[in-house]
């Protein structure tokens, strides 16, 4: 038995939780191999309401290898593996004589009237039982406790049943609460992070193709005939010497990130040189839209060759930025997904971005766009940053409701919650 130095109230014993369990029966579905079957795996628990949210209705035949433990209405399963996540939950009656999984530990009470299922299972979730049974964890990779040293662990419990029911009530009352605050919680992140992807892949090309058309004097040119040629570099060819290598951040469409490598560390693919204000679009998914402009510190450079890299020939016929906006729009990456082709690896050649079409316009009126654009893109990444603060707090929320959770459920295992 683990021992517990705790006060508990009059009335209440400090006892070994296996004296009031009882042995259940194992039964292997191949037997009946047409026969069905509900089994209920780890996955099956929902880590933060301890309920079991699905399950596998399996034929016998079909059975997992771990598929033995005979489960009962009112029975309480505790996850023996990873036992610090408290996946513990408490069987109903549609899962009534059905089967586990052996990584759980099954504890059925010998007599409910001594021993409440439910008040096993809520202590079951508590710092009080988990500081206990990780004492006895086991393993690196796959941590786990032997079904034993969850049933040898020390009880506070109260001898009259009526007061383990009204425990129970009050957790019920109060643990739901908590539950459906934590709910509401998380779909406002949810609502958050669609809204937040909304504007990134669709709201903002659809803004940016909108002011470009507006400004176009209708007529469409192939983008190949106002780009140039660009340079390969071998870094290789100077293993000593430093270069940075190229990767794009795929949400805000900039290069947050470089590797800093030495020619001979090169991989095989870094061999586009790079200047500022190129701008490079990925190749491969191109449907990402994964495209950047090379900002002055990755001048003379290299990227990948999984880069188109679009060079402008003169900056007074198109701008490097005006290029960079419209490259996010569907009008442009819908003349490139046409070209895809590959599917675990699906990509495009520079050639098919280099002859997509795009709306002339006039100079001075690209530069307005920009200017608006980048008015645009500022307010988007205000709005971003108040989402990341939103959901920062939403999480410290969450940690807070959870930590309100494990208390509770410790003050009630000390009689904190009677009278």
Known sequence: MSEMQIQVPKGWAIANLDEFIQKIEKRNPKEKPNEAFKYIEISSIDNLSKKIIRYKTLLGKNAPSRARNVIKKNDVIYSTTRPYYRDVAIID?????????????????????????????????????????????????????????????????????????????????????????????????????????????SIFPALVWNL???????????????????????????????????????????????????????????????????????TTRPYYRDVALIPSELNNEICSTGFCVLRTNDKNQLEPRFLYYFLQTDFAINQILIHMRGGSYPAVSDTNVKEI????????????????????????????????????????????????????????FLGKLVN
């Open 212 to 282: 470009i058309i507006k400004y176009s004097s209708g007529k469409f040119e192939i983008l190949s005939d106002y780009i140039k040629k660009t340079n390969k570099k071998n870094p290789i060819s100077e293993p000593m010497k430093y270069f940075k290598y190229v990767e794009i951040n795929s949400e805000d469409k900039s290069i947050q990130t470089w590797k800093t490598l030495l020619g001979r560390e090169a991989p095989s693919r870094a061999r586009n040189a790079i200047e500022e204000n190129d701008v490079i679009f990925a």
């Open 93 to 201: 009656d549609k899962l009534d004589d059905q089967i586990c999984s052996t990584g759980f530990c099954v504890l059925r009470a010998i007599d409910p009237d001594v021993l409440h299922p439910n008040y096993l299972y809520y202590f079951l979730q508590s710092d009080i039982a988990n500081n206990q049974i990780l004492q006895d964890m086991k393993g690196s990779s796959y941590p786990a406790v032997r079904n034993d040293d969850v049933t040898n662990i020390s009880i506070p419990l109260p001898k009259n049943i009526e007061v383990q029911k009204k425990i129970v009530q009050k957790l019920d009352y109060i643990l739901r609460q908590i539950e459906e605050k934590r709910k509401l919680i998380l779909e406002l992140q949810k609502t958050s992070e669609v809204h937040k992807d909304n504007f990134s892949t």
């Open 357 to 412: 079409k795009f709306p002339l316009v006039d100079i001075s009126d690209q530069r307005m766009i920009i200017k608006k654009i980048d008015d645009l893109q500022k307010k988007f990444n205000d709005i971003k940053s108040k989402i990341y603060l939103t959901q920062n707090i939403k999480k410290n929320l969450i940690d807070n409701l959870n930590n309100m959770q494990y208390t509770v459920l410790s003050q009630a």
